[in-house]
């Protein structure tokens, strides 16, 4: 059964950081890329980063490229979301999501077929 647990959610200053973790567990690790999804109230799910099996590729929003970084360790089957400049625009719940693949690291949603439970990010200003 896969599980993936997300954590490092908070309540932050705008300008601040925070960093996500999702641990994994119940598959190969390293035979799925990863991503992070989030979810603003009344708003759809958008995507935020996406990396690669060997993290040879990583994908990002443009609302979050040059503030956020997508890494993984397949040792410990985790991949992270470190967010710097964090503004109230970045508030929502966020969401891992994992999919078997050696290829690529889709940035659809609907392609995803395992999805932690959310951990909420909330920015003030």
């Known amino acids: 059964q896969v599980q993936l647990v997300e954590s490092g959610g908070g309540l932050v200053q705008a300008g601040g950081s925070l960093r996500l973790s999702c641990a994994a567990s119940?598959?190969?690790?390293?035979?799925?890329?990863m991503a992070w999804f989030r979810q603003a109230p009344g708003q759809e799910r958008e995507f935020v980063a996406s990396i690669t099996w060997n993290s040879g590729r990583t994908y990002y929003a443009d609302s979050v490229k040059g503030r956020f970084t997508i890494s993984r360790d397949n040792a410990k089957n985790t991949v992270y979301l470190q967010m710097n400049s964090l503004n109230p625009g970045d508030t929502a719940v966020y969401y891992c999501?994992?999919?078997?693949?050696?290829?690529?690291?889709?940035?659809?949603?609907?392609?995803?077929?395992?999805w932690g439970q959310g951990t909420q990010v909330t920015v003030s200003s």
């Open positions: 119940g598959l190969t690790f390293s035979a799925y890329a």
């Open positions: 999501a994992a999919v078997t693949s050696r290829v690529g690291a889709p940035r659809a949603a609907n392609e995803y077929n395992h």
